[in-house]
């Protein structure tokens, strides 16, 4: 099993939108997950940190954690053309290590 | 603030020579700097992590020999690929944490590496 999964991809969803990104870690002692968009070609950017159960709101992205169920999820609302790019999860494990995940491919269709 | 930067954006060299990539926090100190590759289509691959004074922390696999890591300043990391082969070719990626309490890294922009 690895660390921490996501799908792949590609996700497809219609300008306007509610985009849904998944993610499931193994660690139960994790504590600290992140959200980071990567644009083709472009190094990753950090969107949230979340670090307690519930949700978290930051403009048009909601972050939700459930550490019972280890998933972490995305929400993008109203989802842009410009929304179009990798998600990448990653998870702080109890033995003080960031594991990214492999990443989702979202594409936001006009 | 967390602004990371990375120089050279791109390189080509030929094979068998070196190549030194730096990575520079710019608005904050780091302890701790990491250093990526990554292959068109494929996920982020940790080589290692870079410590401030000591020596840097390699990932299963990765040769220490081939891929020297600096870490001099609280400021600034390099990495330098030796003896640099076709297969070296990549996308490195640096990233740096402003708190040792917090986890979040911030990433440079990324080197593109060409070895011909």
């Known amino acids: 099993q690895k660390e921490v999964e996501q799908n792949s991809g590609p996700l497809s969803v219609p300008e306007g939108a509610i985009a849904s990104l998944n993610c499931t870690y193994s660690?139960?002692?994790?504590?600290?997950f992140f959200w980071y968009r990567q644009y083709s070609g472009k190094s990753p950017e950090l969107i949230m940190s979340?670090?307690?159960?519930g949700d978290k709101e930051d403009g048009r992205f909601t972050a939700q954690l459930n550490k019972a169920s280890q998933y972490v999820s995305l929400l993008i609302r109203d989802s842009q053309p410009s929304d179009s790019a990798t998600y990448l999860c990653a998870v702080k494990t109890s033995y003080d290590k960031v594991i990214f995940g492999p990443g989702t491919s979202l594409s936001v269709i006009p | 603030g967390a602004v990371v930067s990375q120089h050279p954006s791109w390189v080509i060299c030929k094979s068998g020579t070196s190549v030194k990539i730096e990575c520079r926090s710019l608005d904050f100190q780091a302890t701790t700097m990491f250093w990526y590759r990554q292959f068109p289509k494929q996920s982020l691959m940790l080589m290692a992590t870079s410590n401030e004074g000591s020596k840097a922390t390699y990932e299963q696999g990765v040769e220490k020999d081939k891929f020297l890591i600096n870490h001099a300043s609280l400021t600034l990391s390099t990495l330098t690929v030796t003896s640099a082969h076709p297969e070296d070719s990549s996308f490195y990626i640096c990233?740096?944490?402003?708190?040792?309490?917090?986890?979040?890294?911030?990433f440079g922009p990324g080197t593109r590496l060409t070895v011909t």
């Open positions: 979340i670090y307690s159960n």
């Open positions: 990233s740096a944490r402003p708190s040792e309490a917090s986890y979040e890294q911030y």
């Open positions: 660690d139960r002692g994790s504590q600290s």
